[in-house]
């Protein structure tokens, strides 16, 4: 049975400020650690501004560091990804994306 999984629309720092909030993202991290569904989350503001059970709980958790790509960089990042996940593109396919980017 494949595991569910839960995508916060909220980033963590707009909750960092408020204890309610962190008390049931705590709680969700402990039923879903229980369900075995999966949580992604993004935050970008120190750490530090969490009450200390958050904290551990979210530094059990598996966490990356994106980092932004200039628009010079952008048709090597594609490539790079695409192979990464085995999915076939070409060049006009990858200035497809780039085009739309620029038009959104």
Sequence with gaps: ???KLIAS???L?????NKDWEVACFNLINRCNESGCR????????????????LSRLKKMTSYILRSVQDAQLNNAIKAIALN?????????INFLLV???VI
Excluded: G
């Design 100 to 102: 739309l980017n620029l």
């Design 13 to 17: 720092d707009a909750i960092a400020a």
């Design 1 to 3: 049975m494949a595991s």
């Design 85 to 93: 996940l085995r999915i076939p593109i070409e060049e006009k396919e």
């Design 39 to 54: 949580l992604i989350f993004s935050c970008s503001k120190d750490e530090k501004n969490f009450f200390p059970d958050l």
């Design 9 to 11: 629309s909220a980033d």
